[in-house]
């Protein structure tokens, strides 16, 4: 049920090509870390990124996929301020 869910999640969302979905606006060393512990946890890794095709803003995710991707990228949450955590700032570009 869960694949199905997001197999429809990633069809929605790649018919709207113009909009700038969190996966884009990944910075360049998320994005490579998230593809390669995406090997590693093939399960848990697609199911962030078909949240982040889904999603175009950070205040969209979960707690719960934030701290998925903490733990899918090489980005230390004990370096976050205020704003990272709000904002989202170590894992998006502008």
């Known amino acids: 049920m869960v694949s199905?869910?997001?197999?429809?999640m990633?069809?929605?969302t790649t018919k709207d090509n113009n909009i700038m979905n969190l996966y884009k606006r990944l910075k360049?060393?998320?994005k490579k870390a998230l593809k390669?512990?995406?090997k590693k946890y093939p399960h848990s890794g697609r199911v962030i990124i078909a949240k982040l095709h889904l999603h175009q803003m950070y205040?969209?995710?979960?707690m719960g996929d934030i701290r998925d991707l903490i733990n899918l990228t090489?980005?230390?949450?004990?370096?976050f301020d205020y704003f990272d955590w709000k904002?989202?700032?170590?894992?998006?570009k502008d």
């Open 10 to 12: 990633l069809i929605r």
């Open 36 to 38: 390669a512990n995406v």
């Open 59 to 62: 205040r969209e995710l979960t």
């Open 4 to 8: 199905m869910q997001i197999n429809t």
């Open 28 to 30: 360049p060393e998320v």
């Open 87 to 92: 904002y989202g700032n170590q894992f998006f």
């Open 74 to 79: 090489d980005v230390k949450e004990f370096d």
